[in-house]
């Protein structure tokens, strides 16, 4: 792959993320953890990435929702706030992964942000845009 090639897809990728929320209709969460899996996890997280084409953020929000954890991944985008439901929060291992789906030109592009546990009570996060095609790392924060 070209270094075109990988700017190309960074900024598809990264105009996904930024602009997914106004693209989806809210969706209920279809399958997650229980609560009492993932406590640590509940409440709102800034999440700070760093990928080839610089740094961005967004904010995920999970609650209890019945005894299963519900999560919103929430954007700003030209001033104008933003957010979708997440279709699925689920653990693997110690990290919790949330999923949603995006649409670009009618075809969904499947998006999995993951929170997990560092050193010192602090975490890390990373996001994945359909199967590879582009991912960033950087860190969750406690809003």
């Known amino acids: 792959m070209t270094k075109l090639h990988r700017v ?7 105009a996904l993320v930024i602009a997914l929320p106004g693209a989806l ?7 997650s953890v229980a609560t009492a ?15 080839e084409m610089g740094p961005f953020s967004f904010t995920v929000h999970l609650t209890d929702a019945e ?30 992964r949330i999923d949603y789906t995006a649409e670009f030109d009618g075809q969904p592009i499947p998006i999995s942000v993951f929170i ?23 860190t969750a924060t406690r809003s």
């Open 116 to 138: 997990i546990p560092a050193e010192g009570g602090s975490y890390r996060a990373s996001l994945d845009v359909a199967g590879g095609m582009f991912s960033a790392s950087g």
């Open 8 to 14: 190309a897809g960074g900024l598809f990728a990264l």
């Open 67 to 96: 005894g299963k954890v519900a999560g919103r991944i929430a954007t700003e985008m030209m001033g104008a706030p933003e957010s979708v439901n997440a279709e699925r929060v689920v653990k693997q291992g110690n990290n919790l």
């Open 25 to 31: 209709a809210a969706q209920e969460t279809p399958t």
């Open 37 to 51: 899996e993932a406590q640590e996890f509940l409440g709102d997280w800034t999440v700070s990435l760093d990928s």
